[in-house]
């Protein structure tokens, strides 16, 4: 069985490259285990949007800005592990 993808499509025009470069790295530090890649995707058009498969976790214009890295944790966790913990993001989550 495959791992699941995570897909971050950023605008090129709006610089958000290092911003998606830094959740790669989160994400993949975090699920190494668990996920099959993490795939930057240059766009256009102000897009940031984060993708488990055809699954949007986090999109900037309707989730209004950019993810808090513990959030998008979590809501990538739900899909592709929900079993694992999160140590103390899952803490902060709960207050």
Partial sequence: ???PVVTIRYCV???WM???QWYQGE???TFAD???GVLLVPSRGGM???LVGEVTVWNRKTD???PEIAELKRRVRDLVAPEK???HTDRAGQR
Avoid: I, N
């Fill in 48 to 50: 940031f949007r984060v």
């Fill in 34 to 36: 668990d996920l099959g």
């Fill in 18 to 20: 290092l911003r998606a």
């Fill in 27 to 29: 994400l993949l530090q």
């Fill in 1 to 3: 069985m495959s791992k």
């Fill in 64 to 66: 209004d800005g950019f």
């Fill in 13 to 15: 025009d709006c610089r």
């Fill in 85 to 87: 913990s999160l140590g």
